[in-house]
């Protein structure tokens, strides 16, 4: 019978240390390996040349490194680029780099499908099928990086969790991905330049404050209204206003960190001047940043770009009330790559 290999970016350093003494070997091994793993991005042991073939074949007989595959990469007329990411058991999820004139995003999945159903996003209409584990997390990161060092001549500088998925409703193997990116033995990059990018589960919001999380939060909010929001987020009937707004004045008092929220207007939707001051109202208790963003359409037509009138009520509210604003445009449309649109289709 076939033994199955453990995937070997499962262990803690500690566990490749205590995994070499075992075997008769220096507990230094298990640094050396770790170094391949995670800083060099070692696709198999094959690549760990300063490891004894002896060694590299006993790793080879106990363990995998289930790497992801970029199956497809697409490139948009205005650089942004989009990954379809093959992995280890032939699920496909999509990452995207988006390039700018002062930085380089990625922005990363952290479920295949999605546990929630807003009813604006592509990527709803497929079921979550699992959690990604945290080293698919990094490797989506990695890709990107390298992408962006070959298309655009500088590395990665920003991350945002707004791929496919629920970030806290993976939010172990996040947490344990986001560890690996900014530690100095994998990516070293600084948590403020890393994003989270909840619909809002205010139990999860509290735990990130409670756990003294360093990287920056932002809500999918897109109405301040709970009639509506749950007409379009129907997981709001489950975690209504009220409740996500104490998780945030939570998280406020904890880290007193401006909240960003991400908004989408819509014609007909949340387009009306009631929408915008029970927005004001939810924003008010925190420094607040509204990012209002461009909506794609998924193809069946039920949500439509709201009309630039609407938007320009929207920012002279927002800016009347002292709340910070910006209008972002979408990037990567023409390959299904801008918010919402993730969906596998490529
Ligand atoms: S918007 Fe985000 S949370 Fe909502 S269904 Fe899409 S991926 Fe899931």
Redesign the pocket.
């Known amino acids: 019978m076939e033994v199955k290999k453990k995937d070997i970016r499962a262990l803690t350093k500690e566990q490749l240390r205590e995994f070499f003494v075992k075997h008769g070997d220096k507990a230094f091994r298990g640094n050396q390996v770790y170094e391949w793993l995670w800083q060099k991005s070692a696709y198999s042991f094959e690549d760990m040349t300063n490891i004894s073939l002896e060694t590299r074949q006993m790793l080879e007989d106990n363990f995998v490194i289930n790497h992801i595959k970029v199956d497809q990469m697409q490139r948009s007329s205005d650089g942004t680029i989009k990954n379809a990411v093959r992995l280890h058991d032939d699920l496909v999820v999509e990452s995207v780099l988006i390039p700018t004139a002062s930085r380089t995003t990625a922005c990363v999945s952290s479920q295949v499908g ?5 009813r ?5 209409r497929l079921k979550r099928m699992r959690n990604l584990n945290p080293d698919e997390i990094y490797d989506q990161v990695v890709a990107i990086d390298n992408e962006s060092r070959l298309y655009h001549n500088r590395p990665l500088s920003n991350i945002v969790f ?1 791929g ?3 970030p806290l409703m993976n939010y172990n193997n996040v947490l344990k991905a986001i560890d690996k990116i900014t530690s100095p033995e994998g990516l070293g990059m600084s948590p403020k330049r890393i994003v989270v990018s909840t ?1 809002g589960v205010p139990k999860m919001i509290k735990k990130m404050a409670d756990d003294n999380v360093k990287f920056k939060l932002a809500v ?1 909010l897109h109405s301040a209204i709970d009639d509506i929001r749950t007409s379009i ?1 129907p997981f709001n009937s489950t975690f209504p206003l009220h409740d996500l707004r104490e998780a945030l004045q939570y998280w406020y008092a904890a880290t007193k960190n401006r909240i960003t929220y991400e908004y989408v207007v819509w014609d007909g939707i949340n387009d009306k001047r009631k929408d915008v001051e029970a927005l004001v109202e939810f924003c008010k208790f925190a420094p607040s940043k509204v990012n209002l963003i461009e909506y794609n359409p998924i193809d069946d037509g039920e949500f439509q770009q709201a009309t630039s009138k609407a938007i320009d009520m929207y920012v002279s509210i927002l800016e009347a009330n002292n709340i910070t604003v910006t209008v972002r445009r979408s990037r990567g449309k023409d390959i299904d790559a801008a918010c ?1 649109q ?1 969906a596998n289709k490529s």
């Open positions: 999605c546990s929630l159903d807003c604006f996003c592509a990527t709803a707004m496919m998925g629920e619909s999918s987020m919402g993730l």
